[in-house]
């Protein structure tokens, strides 16, 4: 027994863990970390119910995958607070620019995850093939670009090895490098890659949009993927997506402003739709998500994710008709992309 279960007055903490067709998840494992820090854990029941006994105060539920919540339990009260088991594209509004968009629906999580982003960086190096170089820089480019479709990422790395080598100042060569490690999983390379090739000309859009494609933490939450988006709005303050790309970096009341100004230098960004609408959820402002996520289907019709997020919006403000409608419309969604 803890400390915390010791103590009088305890609050109840309990819900129901959910994967992201709302079914509900046996022995999820939940963690509680109170405004201290201090952190316990429980795993959820063969119906995905969880429970807590802890003082009053306000904590952080989460799980190991995605799906967070900030609670204020009372004493001798009952707090529920459900959870899902987010995939990882639900932590992060997914979006391609038109250059080098990919529509596969990258659901799964972990290794899955990287995977399908991985192809979409294959996919979009392939649209590099058209640019001016020597005969030599673009036989070794195509070779790598070849090998990573028919994901043999560890070959792929020798040839785009031997590019950098011979072509140290190709940026596409540098970006061949930095997504053959990443398919490998090769996290912490991969990110020195992509900053190499970000630094090479840093007025340059495309490194900063290959990057911005990246899924694993290990990279996105770097200090060197934040000053890097950063370096990309300060160059480029009217470009929509550096707006959207920083503000994935910045606490919620910065993203927000972040976010803003990419949907009006946008309306149809609809990532950044979708990122305003999950910082209103997390304030439990659920009327305002239903607007954004609303906003973001105008944009676009058929993104799987915005229906989701849309339908959890509606069942947490209790509409449970117009939430099964759109959980529907997601998973139809969801098989086809």
Same mark, same amino acid.
């Given at each position: 027994? %803890?400390?915390?279960?010791?103590a009088?007055? =305890?609050?109840?903490?309990?819900?129901?863990?959910?994967?992201?067709?709302?079914?509900?998840v046996?022995a999820?494992k939940?963690?509680?970390?109170?405004a201290d820090?201090?952190?316990? $854990?429980?795993?959820?029941?063969?119906?995905?119910?969880?429970?807590? #006994?802890?003082?009053?105060?306000?904590?952080?539920?989460?799980?190991?995958e995605?799906? /967070?919540?900030?609670?204020?339990?009372?004493? %001798?009260?009952t707090?529920?607070?459900d959870? /899902?088991?987010?995939?990882t594209?639900?932590?992060?509004?997914?979006y391609?620019?038109?250059?080098?968009t990919?529509? /596969?629906?990258?659901?799964?999580h972990? $290794?899955?995850?990287?995977?399908?982003?991985?192809?979409?960086?294959?996919?979009?190096l !392939?649209?590099?093939?058209?640019?001016?170089?020597?005969?030599?820089?673009?036989?070794?480019?195509?070779q790598?670009t070849?090998?990573?479709?028919?994901?043999?990422?560890?070959?792929?790395?020798?040839?785009?090895?031997?590019?950098?080598?011979?072509?140290?100042? #190709?940026?596409?060569?540098?970006?061949?490098?930095?997504?053959?490690?990443?398919?490998? !999983?090769?996290?912490?390379?991969?990110?020195?890659?992509?900053? +190499?090739?970000t630094?090479?000309?840093p007025g %340059?859009?495309?490194p900063?949009?290959?990057?911005?494609?990246?899924?694993?933490?290990?990279i996105?939450? $770097?200090?060197?993927? +934040?000053?890097?988006?950063?370096?990309?709005? +300060?160059?480029?303050?009217?470009?929509?997506?550096?707006?959207?790309?920083?503000g994935k970096? =910045?606490?919620?009341?910065?993203?927000? !402003?972040?976010?803003? +100004?990419?949907?009006?230098?946008?309306?149809?960004?609809?990532?950044?739709?979708?990122s305003?609408?999950v910082?209103?959820?997390?304030?439990?402002?659920?009327?305002?998500?239903?607007?954004?996520?609303? %906003?973001?289907?105008?944009?676009?019709?058929?993104l799987?994710e915005?229906? &989701?997020?849309? #339908?959890?919006? &509606?069942?947490?403000?209790?509409? #449970?008709?117009?939430?099964?409608?759109?959980?529907?419309?997601?998973?139809?969604?969801?098989?086809?992309?």
């Amino acid at each position: 027994m %803890n400390s915390w279960q010791a103590a009088a007055a =305890l609050c109840v903490v309990t819900g129901t863990v959910y994967d992201a067709q709302h079914h509900p998840v046996a022995a999820a494992k939940v963690y509680l970390q109170s405004a201290d820090k201090k952190e316990v $854990s429980a795993q959820a029941d063969k119906a995905g119910v969880y429970r807590f #006994s802890v003082p009053g105060g306000t904590y952080t539920l989460r799980l190991e995958e995605g799906g /967070t919540a900030t609670v204020t339990p009372v004493p %001798n009260k009952t707090t529920v607070a459900d959870l /899902t088991l987010q995939t990882t594209f639900f932590d992060e509004p997914q979006y391609q620019p038109a250059r080098v968009t990919d529509y /596969t629906y990258r659901g799964g999580h972990g $290794s899955d995850t990287v995977f399908r982003s991985a192809e979409t960086m294959a996919k979009a190096l !392939e649209n590099e093939r058209s640019v001016a170089g020597e005969p030599g820089e673009i036989n070794l480019y195509e070779q790598g670009t070849e090998l990573l479709n028919q994901h043999r990422a560890q070959a792929a790395a020798e040839v785009f090895q031997k590019g950098v080598r011979l072509f140290p100042q #190709s940026a596409r060569m540098l970006l061949g490098m930095a997504s053959a490690c990443y398919a490998e !999983e090769s996290f912490d390379e991969a990110a020195q890659w992509f900053f +190499k090739a970000t630094d090479l000309a840093p007025g %340059n859009p495309e490194p900063y949009l290959f990057l911005g494609k990246v899924q694993a933490r290990q990279i996105t939450q $770097s200090s060197g993927y +934040k000053e890097r988006m950063a370096r990309f709005v +300060k160059l480029q303050p009217d470009n929509a997506l550096a707006n959207y790309y920083y503000g994935k970096t =910045l606490p919620d009341d910065l993203a927000r !402003e972040a976010f803003r +100004k990419a949907v009006k230098l946008d309306p149809q960004l609809a990532a950044a739709q979708i990122s305003l609408g999950v910082i209103a959820a997390r304030e439990g402002k659920y009327g305002d998500a239903i607007r954004d996520y609303q %906003n973001a289907i105008a944009a676009e019709p058929h993104l799987a994710e915005a229906h &989701y997020r849309l #339908s959890e919006a &509606y069942r947490l403000s209790g509409d #449970s008709a117009k939430a099964k409608e759109e959980l529907k419309i997601f998973q139809r969604l969801a098989k086809v992309q």
